[in-house]
């Protein structure tokens, strides 16, 4: 909340339960998938329909961190796996894609999203020097992106931050 505060968004935050009808009665400028402890598939059984609902207005802008990144990908139709030793703590080195720059980062998950599966209308942004998992993604016909990471977390390096004002460049 912070961090989207600092980038110049009034936030409302509803429960990760509220439906897409209810989301975009709001009229929001933008819709922001957070963090989140659980199986995402799990957790997808109810948020999946929601994304799906806010995706369908192809114009929203949307960002997910964490599980919002795994909800996303589920959303599209790519698959999350269990992963055999998750992320866990501060200073994980991650590649940003599209120039090579490797990003500190926080990370707290077990289970990542499966980049082969990822569709046609989805580019993978970023990824783990650890363990060459997916660290991001973003769809190349809409507004939406998403990372796997924690860019609010501030431990140290503050090399992620730049994604909320990516964010709220894409609601400008």
């Keep these: 909340l912070r961090r989207l505060r600092q980038a110049g968004f009034e936030v409302e935050v ?4 509220t ?5 975009l009665a709001k009229s929001p400028d ?11 598939a799990a ?6 329909p929601m994304i799906k609902g806010v995706l369908d207005r192809s114009d929203m802008p949307l960002f997910g961190i ?3 990144h795994q ?5 599209v139709g790519a698959k999350t796996e269990k992963m055999h030793q998750g992320h866990r703590g501060a200073n994980h080195p991650v590649k940003r894609l599209s120039d090579g720059a490797v990003e500190i980062t926080s990370m707290n998950h077990g289970f990542a999203v499966d980049a082969d599966t990822l569709p046609a ?10 363990d060459g998992s997916n660290c991001g993604f973003e769809l190349t016909d809409q507004p939406a ?13 503050q090399d992620s931050h730049y994604l909320f004002e990516k964010f709220a460049g894409m609601i400008k």
Excluded: I
């Design 66 to 68: 964490c599980l919002g």
């Design 145 to 157: 992106f998403s990372v796997q990471y924690h860019p609010e977390a501030s431990p140290g390096p």
């Design 19 to 23: 439906t897409a009808a209810e989301v």
């Design 43 to 48: 957790t997808g059984a109810y948020a999946v």
């Design 14 to 17: 509803v429960n990760s339960r």
């Design 121 to 130: 209308n989805a580019r993978a942004t970023h990824t783990s020097l650890f």
């Design 71 to 75: 909800m996303l990908a589920l959303a």
């Design 30 to 40: 933008g819709v922001f998938l957070s963090n989140g402890p659980g199986d995402p």
